[in-house]
Every structure is written in structure tokens, then in C-alpha cells.
DNA sequence: TTGAAAGCGTTACCAC
DNA sequence: GTGGTAACGCTTTCAA
């Protein structure tokens, strides 16, 4: 076993490296004879190109850069499983970075991606991102950038989100319908647009059902999960009138389920519980959860698909990608009418 | 806002490249004032050094490989967290490569891999590989490979693995104990060493308890969620003795969740479960489900370690690096005795 | 303390 | 149809 560069194996076959090169690409300009035989005895040999080379030479990486507050998530291990699909259908690798949800990091990470790593960046903003100044950097850097669920408007670049303000208006009226009538929406970033999106959906649907906005009702869920099981304890406890909770992530419905398990709350008789998850297991949990299940994987691979684009096209991605892809609502038993 | 590289940066300065390059790395043999000066300017200027120019030179990519059989999935979830945080720490870049498990797909990326497009691997086998030669080419290639969790003992490297024989002997006494007769062993694979350990654990615990083993009762549960409830399904009806179960993966204790609410088995009066899982919310479940918990976070972050301690030391992984970490019974209410 | 030049492995232009 | 050569951006001898 042996491991050859492109000069050994044009040595080994009496040819140059430049037809040898051309060979192993399928060019047009070569004989079928030496391309084969090129082709036989690179094999034997266990050729394999020096990947870096080639990145240098022609300022291409055949690699995209996928960005991620978490992976410990459903959402977000969907969404790779799209992602990665799309990539090795292109002929693409990709490189993974976790944020943990801080703006540093972040920002770390794009000042690596900035250093020509990748040809593309595939992104869920951190909830502890305040600007996106290192985002424009990588724009104006060249290299395209798609944003998915977590996104901000304030690029210029394409966004692949779910129907956030529809399919949270659907939750709280589903919650109204039920007969709750004071309603807690745990958020999980006040400054994300998704956080924002899914407030309104929520403040929209209890203004048409006549039911005063509260801010007090309002709970900023970031942290660790000790700490948002903590803060919604205190919730709990100190508006015993609660009878409704939405849920922005699915984190916070679990720890929701936590809270009223340890306070003796019973669900749905005490509390009903809505919350964007997408558990395969929802159904299993005591009682099933009522969720709005959004398309994960899907949305992975729209947005590979939309970075793939432009980076085989050559073409700046606008904003004029953008998908809005529909989330759904399962009704289940943590919202079942008495 | 530009971007230069260092052949620019030098003109800029009015140096060579040479001592520019020098000065970036902090030599001892450029004066302070100097090396502040190109400090300053490489900043205003953002230079960012070109890292397929340093790797082709220096033949070090500063990134590793991690080739999973899935991501959605807690246990692989966490892992990565584990290993991105190490590789973070240790200034590298993470490429990721799922093979759904399937052999094919898992030698496609150890051919990648063999290009020298890392530094090292870190690598969970797929449930479909048979032969691991495809592995013994990374290593022969002077690749440090580090396996875990899904690992291969016909290959001279470390594993990190957890303590799957005692666990199993554990999981499956816990269920004698709690007067299961008849108990299931569901197996992810019947080629994997973690399969086969899982399956031992299982056998010695009957055999200790005077129980006769019956193959009649293990289940390879590979293939889609769809076929293991299929599978799982028609064992239970085929076998209505059944009075336990013990799942050797996370996904088929959900599925025999399932299985036993569509045939309308009573858990754990009729039926009780055990099954390694890694979810968070195991106690939520409707009955709360009886784990085995892996640390997948430690193993994921030793596995790393041990991979970069023999990346940055230029010395080879042994066996002898191997470690076992401890897996934790939490009994629950799907084993609860009545 | 600094500079010039070779070379990492590949591809692409230009000859032939 | 094939070969020579320059170039990608960087590091590292070797010289000065």
C-alpha cells in the first residue's frame, strides 16, 4: 500500500503531470486509452489528490460551514441531517461549529469562516447575538450566506424560517379555545425576530379574542434548563391565575412539564401546555404534548439547496430566496378540553 | 474594509513576506517594535492568513474528522457536543460525516478522509459495516483514529467505550428482579461489538438467574422506525409470554412504547422496559421509562482527547489508551413492580 | 534582525 | 493529445 502525489504517479506512467491531471478530471482532450489506464494505475496505486492543493490553486473549498447555537435539539440535529444530504449530493463537505447561544462565539467563528475556509456559510444566529457586524463582514468577504429559523433581518441575504407569527396566533387561539384565559408565553430571545414573530403571533390572537396583553405573563427562558425551570416556578407561583403556557421551543415545554410535575399543577386540568417541538416522542409523554411541529429537515435542505445555488451559479444569494416553509399544529392530550 | 493577503500586507508595511509572516507567529527573532507594528496593520487591514496555504506547506489542517452513524439522536447529540468543545479548545475545526449507517457511505468518507483532509478521526461505526478495512487504510496512512461507542476490536487503535456487558447484565437483572420471566433482548446490530456485549450482558443474567436463553426472543431492530415497530409489533403478537423488554438503543424503547400502546399492552403491568437512552425527558414519559444512561458527553470529550494528545504529541493511539466509562441504571415507573 | 527564494501539490495557460 | 511552466499563499532554510 502505497500513497502517491500527481508527480510520482506521472512518473510511474511516463506521462506529465499535466495530462496525468486532465486524465483524472474526465478531460475532453484526452485519449480514452490514457485515461483509462491513468485512471487503473492511479487506483492500484491509491492515489488520492491533496485536497489543500487543489483549494489553493483554484480558490475553491468544496466545503460549507454550518453555524449552530446547539445540537442537543431536534430541531437542529433535523436540520443537519438536511443540510448534510444536500451537501454530499454536491460533492460538498461540511464543517460544524456550535456557538452554545453566545454572541462571542459567534463572532469567532465568522472571523474563521472570513478566512476563506469555506465557500458558503450556513447559519442559526445565537440568542445572545445582539449585531450581526460580523455577518456583513462575511458578505462582503464574497461568500454567501443563508440564515435559517434563528435569522435576523437586517442582512441583505436570504432566510429559510417558518410561518413563526401564523403558527403562533394558531397556538394561542388553540390554547383560548380550550379555555385557558391567562395565558404565560415562555420566549427564548427577546432580541431574535424569531422571538419577536412568535410574541406577536401570540399578543395578536389573544387582542382578537378580547384578553388585555400582559407583559407580566411574558418570560425570557434563556439559560440553562435549571435556570428556566427555576424562573418558571417562580412564574407559577406567583400568578396562581395562570392556566395556559406557550412554549417558543421545545426546551421550555419540557421544563414546563418539570415545573408543574414538581408543583403539583395537573395538565391539562390545572395548565394546558403548547409548545414548539419536534420530539418524535411528543405523543409518548404523560400526557402527550400539543406541539407545533416544524419542518426540520426540510428546512435544512431548502436552505443547502438555496447556498448550493449560489455557490455553483456563481451568484450572490438575495433576499429573494427566502422560503416561509408551514409549521404544523398536533393537538394532543396537554390541551384537551375537560 | 479589504482583504488582503500577506504578500500585500508586506507591501503595505514595506517588509518582505518573510519577516511579515514572522512577526505574525511571534518569532523571537523579530524586534517587538516591528512585530507590534505588523500586528496593528495586519489587523486594520483584516488580514487573515489563508489556511490552505499554511496545510499544503506544513502538511497540518488543524481540523478532524467525526463520522457518525446519525445525529438525531441523544446520545450522538451530546457526544458531538462534547468533541466540538475539545476541538475548540485545542484551536481546531470540526468536519462531519453522517453514514446512516450504512457501510457504503461509511468507506465513501474514509476515502475522503484517507485524502488528507484532516488531521485525525474520530469515528461511532455504522451498524452496517462489515469489514473494517476501509479503517485500516486511515491508520496505515498515519491517520490517529479514535473510536466510540460503536467500535471495532480488530482494529489497533483506542476505543471509548462504556460498560455495556455489566450495564446489560444490569438492565436485565433489574427486570428479573422486577419479575419480568420472559424478556426481549432488542439488538441494533448483530455484527457491532456494542451488539454483541449488550447481548452477553443480557444472556449471563438469565443464565445467573436459571433462566434458559431463547434466541427466539432477540430482535435485530435495524432499519427505519417504521420497520422496528413493525418488527416489534408482530414479536409481541407472535410471543403474547412476553413480560419484558430490553432495549439495547434509545430509539427501540420508543418503539416498543409504541408497539405496546397500539397492541394495547399495559407498561409495566403487562410488559415492563428497560433501554439505554440518553433522552432528558425520560421521566416524562407516560409510564416514565426505566434508562440506561450513557455519559455521552464524557465520551465524546475523552474520545477527543485521547485524539489530540496523540495529534499534537506526533505519537501513535494505542489500545492501551483505550477507556471504559460507567453507564447509570435509573429505574423508573416502566419497571416499576406492582 | 531582515530578505530572497525554493517548495508544498495542484491546475491552467500556452506551446507543440 | 500531450508536455512545460507559472501561479495559488504561505513557511522556512539560507544568506546577508
Not at 473549498?61 to 443537519?80: E, R, Y
Not at 453566545?102 to 447559519?123: F, I, N, W
Amino acid at each position: 500500500m502505497s500513497f502517491v502525489n500527481l508527480k510520482q504517479l506521472a512518473g510511474e506512467l511516463g506521462l506529465s503531470s499535466s495530462t496525468v491531471s486532465r486524465a483524472m478530471r474526465d478531460s475532453y482532450e484526452i485519449s480514452t486509452a490514457t485515461r483509462e489506464r491513468v485512471q487503473t494505475v492511479a487506483r492500484q496505486l491509491n492515489y488520492q489528490p491533496n485536497p489543500f492543493a487543489g483549494s489553493l490553486r483554484n480558490n475553491v473549498t468544496k466545503t460549507i460551514g454550518v453555524v449552530l447555537p446547539q445540537v442537543d435539539n431536534h430541531f437542529f440535529s433535523l436540520a443537519i441531517n438536511g443540510i448534510e444530504e444536500v451537501a454530499q449530493q454536491n460533492g460538498y463537505h461540511v464543517l460544524i461549529y456550535l456557538t452554545h447561544d453566545s454572541g462571542e462565539q459567534e463572532k469567532a467563528v465568522a472571523k474563521y469562516l472570513t478566512g476563506g475556509r469555506v465557500d458558503g456559510v450556513l447559519m442559526a444566529l445565537a440568542s445572545g447575538t445582539r449585531s450581526v457586524a460580523h455577518l456583513e463582514k462575511l458578505r462582503q468577504r464574497g461568500l454567501p450566506l443563508v440564515l435559517f429559523d434563528r435569522v435576523s433581518d437586517s442582512l441583505n441575504t436570504a432566510t429559510v424560517t417558518t410561518d413563526d407569527y401564523t403558527s403562533s396566533y394558531q397556538a394561542t387561539e388553540h390554547l383560548l379555545r380550550a379555555g385557558s384565559r391567562t395565558i404565560a408565553h415562555l420566549q427564548v430571545s427577546g432580541t431574535l425576530s424569531i422571538g419577536n414573530k412568535r410574541l406577536h403571533g401570540y399578543m395578536a390572537a389573544l387582542h382578537d379574542h378580547r384578553i388585555p396583553y400582559d407583559a407580566g405573563l411574558v418570560l425570557n427562558g434563556s439559560g440553562s434548563n435549571a435556570d428556566s425551570l427555576r424562573k418558571i416556578k417562580n412564574l407559577l407561583q406567583q400568578r396562581p391565575d395562570i392556566d395556559g403556557i406557550f412554549a417558543s421551543v421545545e426546551r421550555l415545554a419540557l421544563s414546563s412539564y418539570q415545573a408543574c410535575q414538581q408543583l403539583g399543577r395537573a395538565i391539562p386540568q390545572d395548565i394546558k401546555i403548547v409548545g414548539f417541538s419536534n420530539m418524535e416522542t411528543a405523543s409518548l409523554l404523560a400526557p402527550s404534548l400539543t406541539t407545533i411541529t416544524q419542518p426540520a429537515y426540510a428546512i435544512g435542505k431548502e436552505a443547502a439547496r438555496i447556498l448550493f445555488q449560489s455557490i455553483i451559479k456563481h451568484k450572490p444569494v438575495l433576499p429573494a430566496h427566502s422560503m416561509v416553509l408551514k409549521s404544523e399544529l398536533v393537538a394532543r392530550a396537554s390541551t384537551a378540553t375537560l
